[in-house]
């Protein structure tokens, strides 16, 4: 990743640790790329090419991946020391098919308590064309002991 200078260290440090944290995971393997990651906005592209089903379209799983993705680490980012965030509901609305290029999700809270965290992500196309919106609601829980 390049060294951003315009970008608050706390802000370049998370989008360090995301990207590190993301080897060998399914957001790795869609090609999920992070753009911008504080608490109140999240921002991921990721490539159509190669997530697609067998029509050639962007496969509705894999903006819902990128939904999941954007949303978790949201709700992580809210979370006490020593909690995680484990998802609990997510939907999606498919409003048009990408063909090529790249998407680009961006999450922002809809509501963030004490137990319960919820995203919403709105994925577009190349052209700002909005192609999925999603909303996942994640639970903050104690991290279980290591064992």
Same mark, same amino acid.
């Given at each position: 990743?390049? $060294?951003?200078?315009?970008?608050? =260290?706390?802000?370049?440090?998370?989008? =360090?640790?995301?990207? #590190?944290?993301?080897?060998?995971?399914?957001?790795?393997?869609?090609?999920? #790329?992070?753009?911008? %990651?504080?608490?109140?906005?999240?921002?991921?592209?990721?490539?159509?090419?190669?997530?697609?089903?067998?029509?050639?379209?962007? $496969?509705?799983? /894999?903006?819902?991946?990128? /939904?999941?993705?954007?949303?978790?680490?949201?709700?992580?980012?809210? /979370?006490?020391?020593?909690?995680?965030?484990?998802?609990?509901?997510?939907?999606?609305? $498919? $409003? =048009?098919?990408a063909r090529?290029?790249?998407?680009t999700g *961006? /999450?922002?809270?809809?509501?963030?308590?004490? *137990?319960l965290v919820?995203?919403?992500? %709105? %994925? =577009?196309?190349? +052209?700002?064309?909005?192609?999925?919106?999603?909303? %996942? +609601?994640?639970?903050?829980?104690?991290?279980?002991?290591?064992?």
């Open positions: 990743m390049r $060294h951003q200078p315009d970008r608050p =260290r706390q802000e370049r440090d998370l989008l =360090r640790e995301m990207t #590190e944290a993301s080897a060998g995971t399914l957001a790795e393997r869609m090609g999920i #790329e992070y753009l911008e %990651i504080s608490p109140e906005r999240l921002v991921a592209r990721m490539p159509v090419e190669g997530n697609t089903q067998p029509y050639g379209l962007l $496969h509705g799983g /894999a903006s819902v991946v990128l /939904a999941e993705t954007l949303g978790s680490i949201g709700a992580l980012l809210h /979370a006490g020391e020593g909690q995680v965030a484990v998802g609990l509901d997510i939907n999606a609305t $498919h $409003h =048009r098919a090529t290029g790249r998407v *961006t /999450a922002t809270p809809l509501s963030v308590g004490r *137990t919820s995203y919403e992500v %709105i %994925i =577009r196309d190349e +052209t700002d064309r909005r192609v999925c919106t999603s909303r %996942i +609601t994640c639970l903050l829980r104690d991290r279980a002991p290591a064992g």
